[in-house]
């Protein structure tokens, strides 16, 4: 089973729109969430992280924790195609190493 | 802002060279790492390092080590390049130990093997 699972992409969305990004976990134990950023041929960029349960926001994203059901979600309000990416969870479990999702690439249709 | 550079963004090698992967960061993180990153597979973690000298295997080690001799600056090292480990090669860095500190990556290595 893979620690940490996205939903799978390719996401498309209209330019305005919401995009909702969806993370899973499998270590009951873990601390600290990020979502990143990585446009094609670049290397990833932090975009959000969140370590407490409920909402967090940042401009025009959203990142939402709940522990209990080990998920983590991300949204992108008045998605712009300047957002189209592939997005990355990352789940920290210890104090070093991160655990990667595979990411859902997102595409925003003007 | 932090700044971690990998020495090549492009490189080509035959197989069985050996091959080094350089990563120097500027903002005197304890913590590196090195990532492989494939299509379908996402990034997995190769070796880290939290310390000067001080090195772990990540989830997949095998045909690599890394070399960490000064705080800013953490080498991979290919020791008989293989085709099976043409890749996107990341480097990352980071506060230690505290848990809510998050990565900062390089720009990545595009390594082929021929």
Request: contains cysteine; glycine residues 8%.
């Amino acid at each position: 089973q893979k620690e940490v699972e996205q939903n799978s992409g390719p996401l498309s969305v209209p330019e305005g729109a919401i995009a909702s990004l969806n993370c899973t976990y499998s270590d009951r134990g873990s601390q600290s969430f990020f979502w990143y950023r990585q446009y094609s041929g670049k290397s990833p960029e932090l975009i959000m992280s969140i370590y407490s349960n409920g909402d967090k926001e940042d401009g025009r994203f959203t990142a939402q924790l709940n522990k209990a059901s080990q998920y983590v979600s991300l949204l992108i309000r008045d998605s712009q195609p300047s957002d189209s990416a592939t997005y990355l969870c990352a789940v920290r479990s210890n104090d070093y190493k991160l655990s990667f999702g595979a990411g859902t690439t997102v595409t925003v249709r003007a | 802002d932090v700044k971690v550079t990998q020495s090549s963004r492009y490189l080509v090698k035959r197989t069985g060279e050996k091959v080094f992967l350089e990563c120097v960061q500027d903002m005197d993180h304890e913590n590196m790492f090195w990532y492989r990153q494939d299509p379908g597979l996402g990034l997995r973690l190769i070796y880290f390092s939290y310390d000067v000298k001080m090195k772990e295997k990540g989830d997949i080690p095998e045909g690599y080590s890394v070399s960490r001799e000064k705080k800013e600056r953490f080498s991979l090292i290919l020791e008989s390049a293989s085709t099976n480990q043409t890749s996107m090669y990341l480097c990352a860095s980071s506060l230690p130990g505290i848990s809510n500190q998050p990565q900062h990556f390089g720009d990545g290595t595009r390594l082929s093997i021929l």
